[in-house]
């Protein structure tokens, strides 16, 4: 366990340990080739974090084949959850291995293990690989990410670092994970966009999330527990909103 990076992420109470992180700089081996070197561009730089048992890789190719169209101003940056995949991953019939997972949970998730060890890896990646405008997270990568970035507004999580200006969050919910509380006690005033699917099992969750963000955008869409790809009127909420911060951060000052 990192210990001297000055996270300030709650410890769980459980004292059970989390899972074995792979051996080496796995942020830095594991990572997608788009997070190699940073040079200058006129691109928003959003770093992604994978759902459950998935990988950089994969989600990479889940964004891809949704075609949102926003390769001329936005640029995704993946990388991998420092925990190999502890169970069954639900994409091995459609993606290659290996998987990866950003904490382990008890049976009703009340307990999470391995917050501090994701903190201290999603740390160190933006220390090596950033800077970065937004963040985005797809399942329990939009569940980590929600509450991390909340958790950051209170100082609790993610020293060090910028924050983020916006956030992207796909098929997440609010934690329900005792450590993870405080994330919510407040509204978190990131901008936030959130994806939520009609079919997805994780529905109900993610409409409570919106509600812990102060000013939040939603597109919603027919399909399930998935990164979607969005008729006509959807994508031009997506791409605005990517746009939104393209012009702020590109656009000269008057």
């Given at each position: 366990?990192a210990?001297?990076?000055?996270?300030?992420?709650?410890?769980?109470?459980?004292?059970k340990?989390p899972?074995?992180?792979?051996?080496?700089?796995s942020?830095s081996?594991k990572?997608d080739s788009?997070?190699k070197?940073?040079p200058?561009?006129r691109?928003?730089?959003?770093?992604?974090?994978h759902?459950l048992r998935?990988s950089?890789?994969?989600?990479q190719?889940?964004?891809?084949?949704?075609?949102?169209?926003l390769e001329?101003?936005?640029?995704?940056?993946?990388m991998?959850a420092p925990?190999?995949?502890t169970g069954?991953?639900?994409?091995?019939?459609?993606?290659?291995?290996?998987?990866?997972?950003?904490y382990q949970a008890?049976?009703?998730y009340?307990e999470i293990?391995g917050?501090?060890?994701?903190?201290?890896h999603?740390?160190?990646?933006?220390k090596?690989?950033g800077?970065?405008d937004g963040l985005?997270g797809f399942s329990q990568?939009?569940v980590?990410?929600?509450a991390l970035?909340?958790?950051q507004e209170?100082g609790?999580?993610?020293?060090?670092v910028p924050?983020?200006t916006?956030?992207v969050l796909?098929?997440?919910c609010?934690s329900k994970?005792?450590?993870?509380?405080?994330?919510?006690f407040?509204?978190?005033?990131t901008?936030?966009?959130?994806?939520i699917?009609?079919?997805?099992?994780m529905?109900?969750g993610?409409e409570?999330?919106i509600?812990?963000f102060k000013?939040?955008?939603?597109?919603?869409h027919?399909?399930?527990?998935l990164?979607?790809?969005?008729g006509?009127?959807?994508?031009?909420?997506?791409r605005?909103y990517?746009q939104?911060?393209?012009?702020?951060k590109?656009?000269?000052?008057?």
């Amino acid at each position: 366990m990192a210990a001297n990076d000055g996270s300030k992420v709650p410890a769980s109470s459980s004292g059970k340990p989390p899972g074995k992180s792979p051996s080496g700089s796995s942020s830095s081996k594991k990572a997608d080739s788009s997070a190699k070197a940073n040079p200058p561009s006129r691109k928003l730089r959003v770093l992604c974090l994978h759902g459950l048992r998935t990988s950089a890789k994969i989600m990479q190719q889940q964004v891809e084949l949704a075609q949102w169209a926003l390769e001329d101003i936005v640029e995704f940056v993946y990388m991998n959850a420092p925990f190999p995949a502890t169970g069954k991953s639900d994409v091995e019939k459609r993606f290659e291995p290996p998987y990866f997972e950003w904490y382990q949970a008890n049976q009703d998730y009340s307990e999470i293990y391995g917050l501090e060890e994701a903190s201290v890896h999603i740390i160190d990646f933006i220390k090596t690989r950033g800077p970065f405008d937004g963040l985005m997270g797809f399942s329990q990568g939009a569940v980590l990410a929600g509450a991390l970035v909340g958790l950051q507004e209170k100082g609790l999580a993610l020293p060090d670092v910028p924050r983020f200006t916006f956030i992207v969050l796909i098929g997440g919910c609010r934690s329900k994970a005792l450590v993870l509380r405080p994330a919510y006690f407040d509204p978190i005033l990131t901008p936030s966009l959130h994806f939520i699917g009609e079919k997805d099992f994780m529905k109900e969750g993610g409409e409570l999330l919106i509600t812990s963000f102060k000013d939040a955008t939603v597109i919603h869409h027919p399909h399930g527990h998935l990164i979607p790809r969005l008729g006509d009127e959807e994508l031009k909420t997506c791409r605005a909103y990517f746009q939104k911060y393209f012009d702020l951060k590109f656009s000269p000052k008057s």
